[in-house]
C-alpha cells in the first residue's frame, strides 16, 4: 500500500497501516453473509490493521508523532460527530415556527405538523357496528323488527327479512325494545338498548320471522364504542410527525379540512469539479459525476425539495454566485471543501462573510465536512468530493439540519448488535456501511471514501467508536431511507 492508498482512504499516515489493498472483498449477500475476498478482512477499503478487526482500541498512542493521548493538531477544529449532529440539529431551531402554515389536507403530505394533532371528534363518533348482522337486545331468540324508512330488497320472506335494516349513514334509530332484532349493516349507528351485534352468518330466522343465534352471544359482541379509538381533544400525534398518507387519513377521520404545517425546506445542490462528466466513460483524468444523480432524490427523502441541481465550474466567482445567489434555505456543495489549489468553498465562505459553525468532524470518511450559517442566515453544507465521504456529510450535516428546518421531531438513535468485528479510527468515528442479518450488524466491504459499492447493497450506516467494535457490540444505526426491512424489528 502506498502512502497515497491511505490518504485516499481516509486515514492519515500516523497510523501504522498493515493489510491488503483497499476495497478488496465483496459484497455480503443478504441471505448468505459477506463474500469474503482475497483478504478475509471485513472492511479493508478503510486500509487497516488487521488485528483491529478484533476490535482491540489502539489508543491514541497508535498514532506516532503525537503525544500520548492527545490527538493530531491537525484535528482540532473537528467536531465529535455527535457533537456535530446536534449543533446541525440546533443551528436551525428558529426557524419552523416562523413558516408554519395551514394547508388543505392534500398539500400537506410530506410536511411536519406544527401543532399537535387532537382529536376534533369521538371516534367512532356514535356506537357503530362492527359487522353485517343484526341488533339484538336481550336474550334470544328475537323477533325481529323492519326498520322504519329501511329500504327495501322485495316483497318476499318472512316478515323484515326483506328490509335492509340499518344501514352506515342512517341518522337516529329508534331504540331496541328487549327481545327484538334488527337488521344492521358494517358501519351504521347502533340503536340504544342493543346487547349485541350478530353477525349474518352466525344466525337465521324461523318462518315465524324470530331470529336464533348459532352460537353464544356476548355482549357488546361486534359493537363499536363511540370514543373506543379517542375521544374530543385526544392528542393523537405530536408537534413534529410527518403527515404520511396515513396521518392524512387520521387527520380526515378526525375531522381536520386542514393542517398546520411546515414547509418542506429547499435546496440547491451545487456540484463542484472541472474533472465531472454529466455522461458517457470516464476519459482522460475525467470522471462521472456520481454526486448530482444521487443526491436530489437522497434530498427528498430527508424531507427537502430540491430546487435545482447545478454544476459550478472550479472558479471561487462562479461559487460566490451561486452562494450568494441562491434563494434555497440550504446550500449543499459537493468537492472543493479541502485546502487544494481549486478548492473554493473555504475562500468563498470567507469572502461572502458566513460563520462557520462546523469546520471538520471527526469521522471518516468525510471529515472536511462543513456547515456554515450565510451572511444572509441561510445555511450551507459542504460536503467532500469523495463519494462516500459525501454521504457521511449529508447524514452527518445535513440530515438533522434538514430534519429540524422541516419542522421534525428529532429521531431518536436506535443500536443493534454487530454480528462481524469492525476496525476503528484511533481518535475519529467511522461510519461503515451494513446489512441488517438476524445474526446483528454486518459490515460491507468497498468502503472507502470514493467508494459507493459497499453503501448501495446497504441498509445503513454502522457509527463505529474510535478503537472499533467486536461481535456483539451495540452500535448506533444510521438507517438509509429505502432499507426495505429490519430483522429484530427496530421500528415496531
Ligand atoms: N492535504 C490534504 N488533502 C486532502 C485532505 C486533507 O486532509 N489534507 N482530505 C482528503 C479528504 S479526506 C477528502 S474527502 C477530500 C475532500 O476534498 P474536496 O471536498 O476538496 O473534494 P475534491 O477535491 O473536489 O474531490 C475529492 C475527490 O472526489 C472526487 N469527486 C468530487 N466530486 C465528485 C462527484 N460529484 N462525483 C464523483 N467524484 C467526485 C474528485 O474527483 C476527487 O477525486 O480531500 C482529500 N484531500
Ligand atoms: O477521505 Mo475523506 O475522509 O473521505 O472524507
Same mark, same amino acid.
Given at each position: 500500500m502506498t502512502a497515497q492508498d491511505r490518504e485516499v482512504d481516509g486515514f492519515d499516515d500516523a497510523l501504522a497501516l498493515v493489510g491488503g489493498e483497499p476495497g478488496a472483498g465483496g459484497v455480503p449477500d443478504r441471505a448468505t453473509g459477506p463474500v469474503h475476498g482475497p483478504h478475509h478482512s471485513q472492511d479493508q477499503g478503510e486500509g487497516q490493521?488487521?488485528?483491529?478487526t478484533r476490535g482491540a482500541a489502539p489508543g491514541p498512542s497508535a498514532a506516532p508523532g503525537h503525544g500520548p493521548g492527545s490527538p493530531p493538531t491537525a484535528r482540532h477544529r473537528a467536531e465529535r460527530w455527535d457533537a456535530a449532529r446536534a449543533l446541525a440539529a440546533r443551528?436551525?431551531?428558529?426557524v419552523p415556527a416562523a413558516r408554519a402554515a395551514s394547508v388543505p389536507l392534500d398539500r400537506a403530505v410530506g410536511r411536519a405538523l406544527a401543532e399537535p394533532l387532537t382529536a376534533l371528534t369521538d371516534l367512532p363518533s356514535f356506537d357503530t357496528s362492527a359487522m353485517d348482522g343484526w341488533a339484538v337486545s !336481550?336474550?334470544?331468540?328475537w323477533s325481529v323488527r323492519p326498520v322504519k324508512g329501511s329500504p327495501r330488497k322485495g316483497a318476499t320472506g318472512s316478515r323484515g327479512a326483506d328490509d335492509l335494516g340499518i344501514l352506515a349513514g342512517h341518522g337516529t334509530v329508534a331504540p331496541l325494545p328487549d327481545g327484538t332484532a334488527v337488521r344492521i349493516a358494517t358501519g351504521a349507528r347502533i340503536p340504544a338498548d342493543t346487547t349485541a351485534v350478530v353477525r349474518s352468518e352466525h344466525a337465521r330466522t324461523d318462518s315465524r320471522g324470530h331470529l336464533h343465534a348459532d352460537r353464544e352471544v356476548i355482549p357488546g359482541q361486534d359493537i363499536r364504542p363511540r370514543g373506543q379509538e379517542c375521544r374530543t381533544g385526544d392528542r393523537l400525534l405530536p408537534a413534529g410527525s410527518l403527515v404520511t398518507p396515513a396521518v392524512l387519513g387520521l387527520a380526515a377521520a378526525a375531522g381536520y379540512d386542514e393542517l398546520l404545517t411546515v414547509p418542506r425546506p429547499r435546496v440547491e445542490v451545487l456540484v463542484l469539479g472541472d474533472e465531472l462528466l454529466t455522461e458517457g466513460l470516464p476519459h482522460d483524468g475525467l470522471i462521472r459525476d456520481a454526486l448530482g444523480p444521487m443526491l436530489a432524490p437522497w434530498l427528498r427523502t430527508l424531507g427537502a425539495d430540491v430546487i435545482a441541481t447545478r454544476r459550478v465550474r472550479d472558479d471561487a466567482e462562479a461559487l460566490c454566485r451561486a452562494v450568494t445567489g441562491s434563494t434555497a434555505d440550504l446550500v449543499l456543495t459537493t468537492g !472543493?471543501?479541502?485546502? !487544494?489549489?481549486?478548492?473554493h468553498v473555504h475562500p468563498v465562505l470567507h469572502k461572502t462573510g458566513a460563520e462557520l459553525l462546523v469546520d471538520g468532524v471527526a469521522v471518516r470518511p468525510g471529515h472536511p465536512m462543513l456547515l456554515a450559517r450565510l451572511a444572509s442566515g441561510r445555511h450551507l453544507v459542504g460536503l467532500p468530493g469523495n463519494p462516500l465521504a459525501a454521504v457521511s456529510g449529508l447524514l452527518t450535516l445535513a440530515e438533522p439540519l434538514l430534519r429540524t428546518l422541516a419542522g421534525r421531531a428529532p429521531r431518536p438513535p436506535y443500536r443493534a448488535p454487530l454480528r462481524d468485528a469492525v476496525h476503528g479510527h484511533p481518535y475519529d468515528t467511522r461510519l461503515v456501511p451494513f446489512v441488517h442479518h438476524d445474526e446483528g450488524l454486518v459490515p460491507l466491504h468497498f468502503n472507502g471514501p470514493a467508494m459507493l459499492r459497499g453503501i448501495a447493497a446497504a441498509d445503513g450506516l454502522a457509527v463505529v467508536p474510535p478503537g472499533g467494535a467486536r461481535p456483539g457490540d451495540e452500535l448506533e444505526v444510521l438507517d438509509l431511507p429505502w432499507a426495505a426491512s429490519v430483522d429484530g424489528g427496530c421500528f415496531t
Open positions: 490493521e488487521r488485528d483491529r443551528s436551525a431551531a428558529s !336481550g336474550p334470544g331468540p !472543493g471543501t479541502a485546502a !487544494g489549489p481549486v478548492d
